[in-house]
């Protein structure tokens, strides 16, 4: 396919992906799509009739968030993007008279996406739980027993999440040294990001009612690109016995840009072999993984960006049918909107590691910088960056990026 809208080289909005967000450019927000670097607000798009048939009140497009939109269902919003997909390769598309529908990107203002009513972060990557349990708990036995049997998860808070370009302000925190006597409180010494990503729930179960990961897909409407950010010696200090808590809660970073499954179809990608066989439940046909590059970029205060991360969703060792499945097993309902973060997303190598905690190796090992600084951690003034896109035999589709800036922590 080509469009008639100029897309540039290497773009992650080609005519192949038609992801969803909301903008604003005059106070108001609307849904949007992007393509190339044009923002098309789907409001006044619906005005002119174009959806007439398809979506029956166009209100669903005048709205703060996409959770309207999306619980349309899967039958229109496939309907939706397939049309504007049409359009935008149609040279007759009676869009192109329109004044009011397309913007340049650089004059949007983009939202949180989302009216997020529940959050889950998983810790789904072999490579990255290995890594974390070696520095945490035993070289040894970096695993728990429990790890290759189920998808861990853990509650995280909804209301800390912000859209990308948001600046995060250093957390306080109670933290123990090993040779200390008592902890003691104030800014986080070791800030990290975490490289995931994240998928949107697009149609609810009611309370008691269970999602198969034959049927899992039904209920994932898109993916986006997410930085659950992390405060190590926090996280060190308080994660013994009930888990991640006020390490966690402090902010995380989601792009502005939701793809859909479906544009992401030429992209499914075989797991890894799961040892020892997994519960009927968590057992799954056909290809579940995705094979989406990602990256993290660190840009210091005055300074030239430097990438230390390349990695891929692909390595993931439990995919999102049955992270979704595991979740709902005991019949935890599910709602439009909730968000669900894959976990630190590492692969095997060195250049693959999806936090600073494994590529400093806790702070042993600090990454040096292309004007000679080093990083162990985030500090104050970097500028955290993750993209991601997939791209197979010259399309591409793209997550476009998340990225914050680090504020010195408040007195306190």
Same mark, same amino acid.
């Given at each position: /396919? ?43 798009v619906? /005005? ?15 709205q703060?968030t ?11 919003t496939r ?30 203002? /983009? ?8 959050y ?5 990557s ?19 027993p ?8 853990y ?24 040779d200390?006597?008592?902890?003691v ?11 995931? /990503? ?5 149609k ?28 190590r ?7 013994v ?19 859909t ?46 990438t230390v ?7 993931m ?96």
């Open positions: /396919m080509k469009s008639w809208i100029e897309v540039p080289e290497n773009s992650d909005f080609s005519i192949y992906n038609i992801p969803f967000g909301i903008g604003s450019d005059d106070g108001e927000k609307y849904v949007c799509t992007r393509i190339g670097d044009q923002v098309v607000n789907l409001y006044n619906a /005005m002119t009739g174009f959806f007439k048939g398809t979506v029956d009140d166009i209100e669903v497009f005048n703060p996409l959770n309207a939109f999306i619980a349309l269902g899967k039958l229109t309907v939706v993007r397939l049309r504007l997909q049409e359009t935008f390769s149609n040279e007759h598309s009676p869009l192109r008279i329109l004044n009011n529908v397309f913007k340049p990107f650089r004059t949007v203002t /983009m939202h949180l996406p989302l009216a997020i009513g529940d889950t972060d998983f810790y789904s072999i490579e990255h739980a290995t890594n974390a349990g070696k520095m945490f708990r035993d070289p040894e036995n970096a695993l728990l429990n790890w290759r049997h189920l998808p861990i998860g509650h995280g808070s909804a209301s800390s999440i912000v859209v990308s370009g948001t600046p995060i302000r250093r957390p306080n925190g109670q933290t123990k040294a090993n200390a006597t008592q902890p409180f104030g800014p986080t010494k070791k800030l990290d990001f975490e490289l995931e /990503m994240g998928f949107v729930i697009g609810e179960t009611q309370i008691g009612d269970t999602i198969s990961t034959a049927k899992a897909e039904e209920y994932i409407f898109g993916l986006v690109l997410f930085n659950d950010w992390s405060a010696d926090i996280q060190a200090w308080e994660y016995p009930l888990g991640p808590f006020l390490a966690k809660n402090f902010a995380s970073g989601i792009a502005p840009w939701i793809v499954l479906e544009a992401l179809e030429d992209y499914r990608v075989k797991g890894p072999q799961q040892e020892p066989a997994v519960l009927p439940y968590l057992q799954y046909e056909g290809s579940k993984n995705y094979d989406i590059q990602l990256e993290v970029v660190i840009t210091p205060e005055n300074s030239e960006p430097a991360s390349t990695s891929n969703f692909k390595y060792y439990w995919n999102m049918c049955q992270q979704l499945a595991h979740h709902t097993s005991n019949g935890c309902n599910v709602r439009v909107g909730d968000l669900m973060a894959s976990g630190t997303i590492s692969g095997p190598d060195e250049h693959s590691l999806g936090s600073m905690l494994e590529i400093s190796l806790g702070g042993k090992k600090p990454f040096t910088l292309p004007d000679g600084q080093q990083r162990s951690f985030i500090e104050d003034g970097d500028t955290v960056t993750l993209r991601g896109w997939a791209e197979k035999n010259g399309q591409r589709v793209g997550f476009g990026e998340v990225y914050n800036l680090i504020e010195s922590a408040r007195q306190s």
